[in-house]
Nanobody, 124 residues
Framework: QVQLVESGGGLVQPGGSLRLSCAAS????????MGWYRQAPGKERELVAL??????????DYADSVKGRFTVSRDNNKKTVYLQMNSLEPEDTAVYYC???????????????WGKGTLVTVSS
């Protein structure tokens, strides 16, 4: 059983900052790409940021709307991914979901896993 547990969401004023964390636990043999998606009310889930794992040749990938404001990072020892969000805008209001692509067995396939989400509200 794999669990992704997010923390750090909340209410912040426009222009403020928040830092999200997501810790992966359970049966994890190989941890590949990790990152964040978000879903605003009435909209589809969208990519926010990804950070590469052991099988990817690229570093990070960001949605155009967050480039220069958000920074994704990871601590492989802690199996944790972070999202530092600066200069937050009301349009960033959404439920933020942690994402991880991983293997639970070395002989198995990489699979996608999701956290339950943490709400970020940007409002004055």
């Amino acid at each position: 059983q794999v669990q992704l547990v997010e923390s750090g969401g909340g209410l912040v004023q426009p222009g403020g900052s928040l830092r999200l964390s997501c810790a992966a636990s359970g049966r994890i043999a190989m941890l590949n790409v990790m990152g964040w998606y978000r879903q605003a009310p009435g909209k589809e889930r969208e990519l926010v940021a990804l950070v590469a794992g052991i099988t990817s040749s690229s570093g990070t990938d960001y949605a155009d709307s967050v480039k220069g404001r958000f920074t994704v990072s990871r601590d492989n020892n802690k199996k944790t991914v972070y999202l530092q969000m600066n200069s937050l805008e009301p349009e960033d209001t959404a439920v933020y979901y942690c994402y991880a692509n991983l293997k639970t067995d070395y002989r198995g396939d990489f699979m996608n896993y999701w956290g339950k989400g943490t709400l970020v509200t940007v409002s004055s």
